[in-house]
């Protein structure tokens, strides 16, 4: 069980928006930046999005992120056949001291 | 270019040690923090600790505190990942992952492609 709460999948045809979700607690995403990663089928992680919701360089504008109290929310605008992924939050756990991630939602597009 | 080159994929018996690297290159190692995730089969991202080139302070994660020993050698730019006695359950990809200090909060901008373990009798 993820510490960061995420749906398992989620899809949508192409063109089309996806919103996923990432819900925490005041210990984690309630007073630290979250971040989201790519992770294209075999192929190791990408980050997207740092500081709830800035993009590293060479990451198109249609990933936006955003963050309201203990919950994180990923958008994919303009789906791609390539955005076909699974995508994870991540950030510190002040109790756990560690960094935590969430389970991972497998985006598939239609 | 900015990377971080893995070693090798690895396949051990229960009980044995083990140790696989991270060698940093383009970028300056000792203003970062390297750490390690892991990704056991099928399964979700974990992360597991991570080292300040700079001092080499070391944190890990409780569910890895004492099952493994990160460390890193600054003259040549590689962190390490070590267990002393494998378990099955140690099968997994094992990643490492860069953190900027400048960024607000803990996020990976840099990661490497990943080292196989696999822990078989």
């Known amino acids: 069980q993820s510490v960061l709460t995420q749906p398992p999948s989620m899809s949508a045809a192409p063109g089309q928006k996806v919103t996923i979700s990432c819900s925490g607690s005041?210990?984690?995403?309630?007073?630290?930046?979250v971040s989201w990663y790519q992770q294209l089928p075999g192929t190791a992680p990408k980050l997207l999005i740092y500081e709830n919701n800035k993009r590293p360089s060479g990451i198109p504008d249609r990933f936006s992120g955003s963050k309201s109290d203990t919950s994180a929310t990923l958008g994919i605008a303009g789906l791609q056949t390539g955005d076909e992924a699974d995508y994870y939050c991540g950030t510190w756990d002040t109790s756990l001291s560690a960094v935590v991630f969430g389970g991972g939602t497998k985006v598939t597009v239609l | 270019e900015v990377q971080l080159v893995q070693s090798g994929a690895e396949v051990k018996k229960p009980g044995e040690s083990l140790t696989i690297s991270c060698k940093g290159s383009g970028y300056s190692f000792s203003n970062y923090w390297i750490g390690w995730v892991r990704q056991m089969p099928g399964k979700g991202l974990e992360w597991m600790g991570i080292?300040?080139?700079?001092?080499?302070?070391?944190r890990y994660s409780p569910s890895f505190q004492g099952q493994v020993t990160i460390s890193a050698d600054k003259s040549i730019s590689t962190a390490f990942l070590h267990w002393s006695s494998l378990k099955a359950s140690d099968t997994a990809i094992y990643y490492c992952v860069r953190h900027d200090p400048d960024y607000r909060g803990w996020c990976f901008d840099l990661w490497g492609r990943g080292t196989l373990v696999t822990v078989s009798s």
């Open positions: 080292i300040y080139f700079g001092d080499s302070e070391t």
């Open positions: 005041s210990s984690n995403i309630g007073n630290n930046a």
